[in-house]
Every structure is written in structure tokens, then in C-alpha cells.
């Protein structure tokens, strides 16, 4: 079941007083089924975070449309369009964005506050996500009392305790050691296996290496793609690595679809 569809997508941004245009994205296609993991990679400027604001809805494309859930992001209303985010997506971010005078709990309820649910709905969703990102013991605590990788978790739990069709991180591993880092690749891993839609940008290989499919950007279009199949987590690192370095040094696509070093 195909649950994102991009079609043609287009940004261009013009500067300051219209004197020069500058093409982030052009001619994005792809589609994402419920229940896939996806990365997102690049070099900076590749259209990456642009991408990932469309996707959100934060940003209107200059042409092309977002689907998500058969829904065109276009023909929802300003008025309703936060509350369409809320509603369908869940996000995680590099920073956190974690509020320091809430505390761990006021954080995560956050978006179900918006939504007008009842504290005692909250709690019920709450605690099998609390206890399973190991954070019940800290949620009476505030944001600097904690670790990164802790935030983290709390940020993933307030990410989808609004039960989300698509979860977008952007770097969610950026701010987190190594340690914390893989911790949290296992546990997009086990959200993704219980049927969360994943979408990830990251500049990280490792990251990259634990989704099902990556597509690479270049230029402000899709470049490649590659479906892990039966890889192991280190066949799909070196298969990235490959196709990275192969943007790097302005390789291109043979005919077949494949890449050309």
C-alpha cells in the first residue's frame, strides 16, 4: 500500500529582491509504502532538508505535488494544515527540540495537548511507550537533567504517541555518541518492524546502513537508489560508502540504472 507519493516536485527559491533563482529541487519522483524505512542522503546542498520541509509541510513546493495517504498536502487550507502535521506525522530532530521548563512528561504529551485529548487518554498512551524506550523512570525530570540519548528517546516518544502515519527525523543521530546512536538505530529498527513508516535524512553512513532503501540526491534530483534486498547491515555500509563516493567524484548512472564510476 503506497502511503507517500512525491510527484515531479519542484522548489526554487529566489533571493533577496528576485535578482537570481536558485534550484534546490527539480523533478523529485519517488513513492514510499506503508511500513518501509527510507534514508535520505546527500552532500549539503543537495536538496535534502529542502525535501524533508516539503514532506512536512512546512515549505509549499514551486511545482509538483505530496501526497500522503492520497491526500494532496496542496489542497490543505493554512488553517487546517498544523493540524494535518499533528494529526499524520511524527518528527524527530537533530537538536531535540525539547521545551527546558516542561518537564520529560509535559513534553511528550505536548502534541496530544494540541489536540485537545484527555489527560487520562494521555497516560494510557504513554506508559507501553515510555516503558518501552526505557524513559518511565525520567519523566518527571526536565530536559537538562538528562542525557542526549535520553532526550532522543524522548523526543521519538512525543514523536509518536500521536500514533503517525510517517515519521520524519532529520540527523537523528547528529547530536547523540556513538553508543546512544546505535541504541536508537535499534529502536527505529524494532518501530519500523512493528509497521512504522521511517523517513530519515542523515548525513551518517551507519544511520543509512539500517533502513531498507536509501535514495541519494544530487543536484536537487534523485541520483540513485538502493534496496538493501538480503544485505546484512554491513554489506548495505559498504554499498553506500560505494555509491558516496561515486557522487563525490561526479560519477553517473549507466543506462542499465546503475552506477558508473
Do not use: C, W
Request: no cysteine.
Amino acid at each position: 500500500m503506497t502511503l507517500l507519493e512525491v510527484k515531479n516536485l519542484k522548489k526554487i527559491y529566489t533571493t533577496r529582491f528576485g535578482a537570481n533563482q536558485v534550484t534546490a529541487l527539480q523533478n523529485v519522483s519517488f513513492s514510499v509504502e506503508k511500513g518501509e524505512f527510507i534514508a535520505i542522503m546527500g552532500e549539503s546542498g543537495s536538496g535534502k532538508t529542502t525535501l524533508l520541509n516539503l514532506l512536512a509541510a512546512l515549505d509549499k513546493p514551486t511545482g509538483g505535488d505530496v501526497l500522503l495517504g492520497g491526500v494532496s498536502l496542496l489542497s490543505i487550507g493554512e488553517k487546517q494544515i498544523s493540524a494535518f502535521r499533528r494529526d499524520n506525522l511524527g518528527f524527530v530532530f537533530q537538536d531535540f527540540n525539547l521545551l527546558d521548563t516542561f518537564s520529560v512528561r509535559d513534553n511528550i504529551f505536548l502534541p496530544l495537548v494540541l489536540a485537545g485529548k484527555r489527560y487520562d487518554e494521555m497516560e494510557q498512551r504513554l506508559a507501553p511507550i515510555a516503558a518501552r524506550l526505557g524513559i518511565a523512570d525520567i519523566l518527571s525530570k526536565f530536559p537538562y537533567e538528562i542525557s542526549g540519548g535520553q532526550k532522543q528517546r524522548a523526543a521519538i516518544a512525543r514523536a509518536v504517541i500521536t500514533h503517525p502515519q510517517l515519521l520524519l527525523a532529520d540527523e537523528p543521530t547528529g547530536a547523540l555518541d556513538s553508543k546512544a546512536s546505535e541504541s536508537l538505530l535499534h529502536l527505529f529498527g524494532e518501530l519500523n518492524r512493528e509497521g512504522q513508516t521511517i523517513l530519515m535524512v542523515t548525513h551518517s553512513v551507519r544511520a543509512a546502513s539500517h533502513a531498507g532503501r536509501v535514495l541519494f540526491l544530487r543536484d536537487g534530483e534523485v541520483f540513485h537508489q538502493l534496496y538493501r534486498g538480503a544485505m546484512s547491515t554491513e554489506e548495505m555500509f559498504a554499498r553506500i560508502s560505494d555509491t558516496l563516493t561515486v557522487i563525490a567524484s561526479g560519477g553517473g548512472r549507466t543506462p542499465e540504472g546503475g552506477l558508473d564510476d
